[in-house]
Structures are given as structure tokens and as C-alpha cells.
């Protein structure tokens, strides 16, 4: 649960020049310098040392946790690689369509009155058509994409009436929907800070991973869901 350095710039050295010591310059009569030169380890093309790194390093916090007072260059930050926050998103399959012969996706998260509401579709993306009866299978996820404590319901919600579960039979190219949402306010109880949603189209079918983004609607209590309906025709 989530709760909430470089290309060195080519250090040139550089021999001072030694005077001859009065001896030499005695015995020998000859002047003896040794010079040197100084140089850069640069890119190619480029004429001048690259910057010196930042000393501060990588550091990664929500941006509402941030550490009192900021540390500064001089602190031992967390020893974690710079990565974006949360699981990456499912890639789309090659050739755009999965074994199965169905693809889900997931829209834009809309809000209303501290109210988050997102459409799910299923999508027959083979040559053969496909049967569907009930509901999406839906989880929440952490930011290392491990399954947050979030309850996940069939029914209906503030943002969309559920019709319950119905037998349809999608041809190739047509597409079911289902709504999901939740409530994002302190006011809706015990709320969860998650990072993702997976979404399969039934439970034990290849599920997908979507990133949810922006603060506002990460916070979540139970998830509310409706069961896939096929679009007019």
C-alpha cells in the first residue's frame, strides 16, 4: 500500500613549470624546464568539459510527503533507481490482438461531487465471435503493482445503474462496456492511495494494467462495478 550522477567533465592536470635549480644552472650552465599540458575528456564535437554532476543524486517522493526540512546536498537520499511512479501500463499486444481474441481497455477517469467513475470496454479483436456473461475482473494496485486491501463489487454506484450480468455474444469489431467507480473524499471512509487498476475481461483471463494519474483520483474506497453490456448496434 502506498501511503503516503555523468559524464565527468575531463579533469585536466597540468605540470606547473620547475625552474632550474641553482645548482643545474651552475654546473651546467643550461636551463632545464619541463613543461606540461592540460586537456579535457569531452563528447565528440564538443569543445568544452561537461558539467560537473549535481550532488544531490535521485530522489523520488510523492510530492506530498516531501521530507521537513528538504535534504540537502549533503544528505544520504534513498538508495532507489529514478523510475516514474507506479506500474507501467500493458503494453497493446502485437499485431493488436491478444490469444484470446478479446482486448479490454480503459478510458478517462471522470469526477462528480468527489464521485470517480471510468468506462471499461471489451473489444473482439479476432476473426470469431466471442461469448460474454458477467463482470469485468478488476484490482487495485500499489506502486510496486502488488493487489491493494480495495473491495471490488458488481452493483450499481452514485455514477452509473448496474442491469446485472446478461448473456451477449460480441461478432468481430464490436466492443462491451462496463462502468467502474468509486469515491475519492475522506468523507467516503477508509480510503486506499492506488497506482493502478488491472483489468481482465473475466477472472483467469489475460488481464492489462492502467496507471491511474492524478492525485484526485487515486484515493479510493470499495470499486463499484456494472456488468458488461453490449453497445447498440
Same mark, same amino acid.
Given at each position: ?93 502485437? $499485431? ?10 480503459? $478510458? ?18 479476432? $476473426? ?35 442491469? $446485472? ?69
Amino acid at each position: 500500500m502506498s501511503v503516503r550522477g555523468a559524464a565527468g567533465a575531463g579533469t585536466g592536470t597540468r605540470t606547473g613549470r620547475r625552474r632550474p635549480s641553482a645548482a643545474v644552472l651552475l654546473a651546467g650552465g643550461l636551463g632545464l624546464s619541463l613543461s606540461g599540458c592540460a586537456g579535457f575528456l569531452v563528447p565528440a564535437g564538443e569543445g568544452e568539459p561537461v558539467p560537473a554532476p549535481t550532488p544531490s543524486g535521485s530522489y523520488l517522493v510523492h510530492a506530498d510527503k516531501l521530507p521537513t526540512p528538504f535534504p540537502s546536498s549533503s544528505a544520504v537520499l534513498p538508495d532507489r533507481p529514478p523510475a516514474a511512479r507506479g506500474p507501467a501500463p500493458t503494453p497493446t499486444p502485437r $499485431g493488436g490482438c491478444p490469444s484470446s481474441g478479446v482486448v479490454v481497455g480503459m $478510458g478517462e477517469v471522470e469526477a462528480a461531487l468527489g464521485h470517480r467513475a471510468v468506462g471499461l470496454t471489451l473489444t473482439n479483436c479476432g $476473426g470469431k465471435p466471442y461469448r460474454v456473461h458477467g463482470y469485468p475482473s478488476v484490482r487495485a494496485l500499489d506502486e510496486a503493482g502488488d493487489p491493494l486491501p480495495v473491495p471490488v463489487n458488481p452493483g450499481s454506484s452514485y455514477m452509473g445503474t448496474d442491469r $446485472g450480468p446478461q448473456e451477449i455474444v460480441l461478432k468481430p469489431g464490436r466492443t462491451a462496456r462496463s462502468l467502474l467507480a468509486w469515491v475519492s473524499t475522506p468523507t467516503g471512509g477508509d480510503l486506499v492511495e492506488g497506482d493502478a487498476l488491472e483489468i481482465a475481461p473475466a477472472p483467469g483471463l489475460e488481464a492489462r494494467t492502467f496507471p491511474l494519474k492524478g492525485s484526485d483520483v487515486r484515493l479510493l474506497d470499495e470499486l463499484n462495478m456494472t456488468a458488461w453490456r453490449a453497445d447498440p448496434v
